[in-house]
Each structure stands twice: as structure tokens, then as C-alpha cells.
């Protein structure tokens, strides 16, 4: 009776502390603000992806470094060499689980403009 209880309570947690997550995330921004300092030309060079992304073990121990979208945008502004700003950008949140562990990731999407690299 008491493992039972146990049981129920750990379970009760263990979705209560999930739950959160599992929400629909997801924006889009609308407008793209240049550094006035920035006073180059700046051209399109395509379209640009990049993710932040933790494992969590047993759905509630997390492995690495936790996900960020300031770490999503770092990873797409890397992906072009080159790229000063990104336009048209989408930053959505996802979670998967799996036999033992879930992970959840951060993802934007964007189109790069910068200088021209050689």
C-alpha cells in the first residue's frame, strides 16, 4: 500500500514537472532592428538555422549546459560567415521523449545579411 502511494506521488511529480514544458512555444519576430553603427551595406546571404538543445536523463536529471535562445542565435549567426543580422527570424521550442530521457531544444530559423566573404 505504501509502494503504491509512493508510486502515485513520483508519478504525480514527475508530470506536474513536465507539464510546462510540453506547451506550444514558438515566435516569430516581425521586425529586425541594424546597430547604427553598423553602416556597411549589407547583403543577403541565404537562409540560416541553429539549435540549443539538453538531454534530460530519467526525464528529470539534465545533461550539459541548458538551452538558451540566445545560444540558438549564436549558432545561426555562426552558420554563414559573414552574417551581421538576421531577418525574418523564427524561434520555436520543442520536446521529444524517449525510452528514459526527453530533450528539449531551442531552434531559429532566419535569413542571414552581412558582408560578402571571399
Avoid: W
Avoid at 538555422?49 to 549558432?75: H, N, R, W
Avoid at 560567415?81 to 532566419?110: M, P
Amino acid at each position: 500500500m505504501v509502494v503504491g502511494r509512493k508510486l502515485a506521488f513520483l508519478l504525480t511529480v514527475s508530470l506536474t514537472m513536465t507539464g510546462c514544458n510540453i506547451a506550444n512555444h514558438g515566435s516569430f519576430v516581425t521586425s529586425t532592428y541594424q546597430d547604427k553603427a553598423t553602416t556597411d551595406t549589407l547583403v543577403k546571404l541565404g537562409p540560416i538555422f541553429g539549435e540549443s538543445c539538453q538531454t534530460q536523463f530519467l526525464y528529470l536529471f539534465p545533461m550539459g549546459d541548458s538551452v538558451s535562445s540566445p545560444k540558438a542565435i549564436a549558432a545561426a549567426k555562426s552558420a554563414i560567415q559573414g552574417t551581421v543580422i538576421i531577418t525574418d527570424v523564427t524561434i520555436d521550442d520543442s520536446l521529444s521523449f524517449g525510452i528514459g530521457y526527453s530533450e528539449q531544444c531551442i531552434k531559429v530559423q532566419g535569413i542571414a545579411y552581412g558582408k560578402k566573404v571571399k
